[in-house]
């Protein structure tokens, strides 16, 4: 979007953004003024389609300007001062720039948010956008505001254009509002994409004592066992019965012999596959998958196939066979 990924933009009016609201406002075409609609167009461009009513004044567009646009719908407000530019279909990391200019210059999309905009988490369609913040009163409809007597430049990273806490930083903060098994996806995705360090997380960890989930999180990063990301819900739901049937935790997505498999008890010899109807149920699919089952038996693996209807609707029974081949 024309912004680099380390820029530092701390303040959205400030800095790297102030340069180019300047740099727009003094822009000249054969001597004469640009365009205003020009100008607003060129500013939305390299904001996810969002500008503030700050930015538009500091390119001197006055307030009856904006106003009229507002009312020509050319402007959309999606909260106080801040607008969507032509049209309300809203590009993807709209939501979370309107936040940020929104809550002021010591905002940064954090917690559930942030682990979204890294990829660590799924986004929930809907949900408010969260964003933390040193100062500042009241409250805005869509946006989660937390606020803090620390945040650290340490703790903000400029991704995509957007000021984002760090990936260490969005751990400890989701650690006091996500379930265990979200926290733990979300820190071995971290982890395994080496976003973070987890003995310089652990060494972090000491300075935010008497936060809650500090404990839940130091739990997760002293585990030495294998990584459990999914890449499905059957995948997930089957390692929720896994887990809830108290077996040994498998290798996830582990490589073996060449292929990756959805489940791996790799001393056991038994990888496990979950096949959904959308995945495998063309012939080639079908064709793909018993040549690799043919050479994973081959060489000495025994491969158990589970569906997703079995894993929804005969939980028990898909166990039964998964306490089998384990007991083989």
């Avoid at 001197?60 to 049209?87: D, E, F, K, P, S």
């Avoid at 954090?110 to 809907?126: E, F, G, K, M, Q």
């Avoid at 957007?162 to 509002?177: F, G, H, K, W, Y």
């Amino acid at each position: 979007m024309g912004i680099a990924e380390n820029e530092k933009i701390g303040n959205p009016l400030g800095t790297g953004i102030e340069r180019r609201v300047v740099d727009l406002a003094v822009q000249r075409a054969g001597g004469r003024p640009v365009p205003k609609d020009r100008l607003i167009g060129d500013l939305a461009g390299r904001q996810y389609g969002v500008v503030s009513r700050s930015q538009l004044l500091a390119m001197g567009i006055g307030a009856g300007a904006i106003q009229t646009r507002v009312r020509n719908h050319y402007l959309h407000r999606l909260h106080r001062g801040i607008y969507a530019v032509g049209h309300l279909a809203l590009v993807p990391l709209a939501r979370e720039m309107a936040a940020v200019l929104a809550c002021g210059g010591t905002a940064a999309i954090s917690n559930r948010s942030a682990a979204v905009v890294w990829y660590l988490l799924p986004a929930i369609d809907d949900a408010d956008i969260d964003v933390t913040v040193l100062t500042g009163k009241g409250r805005r409809a869509g946006l989660q505001i937390h606020r803090t007597t620390r945040l650290s430049p340490h703790d903000i990273r400029h991704l995509r254009g957007l000021p984002v806490t760090t990936p260490s930083r969005t751990l400890i903060d989701l650690a006091e509002c996500i379930t265990d098994r979200e926290l733990e996806r979300a820190l071995h995705e971290a982890i395994t994409r080496r976003l973070i360090n987890a003995r310089r997380l652990r060494a972090e960890l000491d300075q935010y004592r008497g936060r809650r989930g500090i404990s839940r999180l130091r739990k997760l990063l002293e585990n030495d066992g294998p990584t459990t990301i999914t890449r499905s819900e059957a995948e997930e739901r089957f390692l929720a019965l896994v887990r809830a049937a108290g077996l040994p935790t498998p290798e996830v997505n582990a490589r073996i012999l060449g292929h990756e498999v959805d489940f791996l008890w790799r001393d056991e010899g038994l990888v496990v596959e979950v096949d959904g109807f959308q995945f495998h149920s063309t012939r080639a699919a079908f064709e793909r998958d018993r040549q690799r089952d043919a050479e994973l038996q081959g060489a000495g693996q025994r491969v158990l196939r589970v569906t997703w209807r079995q894993v929804v609707d005969a939980p028990y029974a898909a166990l039964t066979n998964l306490v089998r081949a384990l007991g083989a």
